[in-house]
């Protein structure tokens, strides 16, 4: 009974204990509650590079270069910041929720960034002041992109109501709106930076 958290510590020191003093040479106490996620979070970070990688080759696919796929993937890791911090400076124990966000985050802020750049390449058709059409992408598709966040932010505010005690939709949704915050500021800072520069490095 009690906060997740805190079982979970109650559980790693009982085991320890069990271990260090308890049960003679050849024997081992472990603690049996979600040990198939904890015994495999190599193959969810494995998962998420996988993800991260399909991403790329479609992107790359799409729009023919390498270039601006790159400027899209370098997205992720920044939104990925949010979830660190989130989880990094507060109480909430990291579970499936969490490594579920890092996928959720990868949709989302790909999909972002597929507008802009996609914005991107049709009006350097029109004009060849790379600025300038950045900023007609950015006008002509920031309504959308900021609807998508902030209705996906509005979604996942009810699973945050039942608190951590609801491990994995709790951890889900704070991850997420945290990872989401960070993608916005990817999406005005980091976006233009590698694009506008890598693009004018090939010319």
Not at 77 to 106: E, H, N, R, Y
Request: glycine letters at 6%; one cysteine or more.
């Amino acid at each position: 009974m009690g906060p997740m958290q805190m079982e979970r510590k109650f559980c790693e020191e009982a085991v320890d204990w069990m271990n260090g003093e308890v049960l003679p040479v050849g024997y081992l106490a472990e603690d049996m509650n979600d040990n198939w996620f904890y015994g495999n979070k190599d193959k969810y970070a494995s998962l998420i590079l996988l993800v991260i990688a399909l991403i790329f080759v479609i992107c790359a696919v799409h729009f023919n270069s390498l270039r601006y796929p790159l400027a899209i993937i370098f997205l992720i890791p920044v939104s990925f910041i949010g979830v660190f911090l989130v989880f990094g400076f507060s109480d909430f124990s990291f579970d499936k929720g969490g490594f579920a966000a890092f996928v959720m985050l990868s949709g989302i802020t790909v999909n972002a960034g597929i507008y802009l750049v996609t914005a991107l390449l049709r009006e350097k058709q029109l004009t060849k002041n790379q600025v300038k059409a950045y900023i007609r992408a950015f006008n002509s598709k920031i309504i959308p992109v900021a609807l998508t966040i902030i209705s996906s932010i509005i979604g996942l505010v009810p699973f945050l109501f039942d608190g951590p005690s609801e491990v994995f939709w709790f951890d889900f949704a704070i991850g997420t709106i945290a990872g989401l915050v960070f993608s916005i500021i990817a999406l005005l800072a980091l976006l233009p930076l590698l694009a506008l520069k890598r693009a004018k490095q090939s010319q």
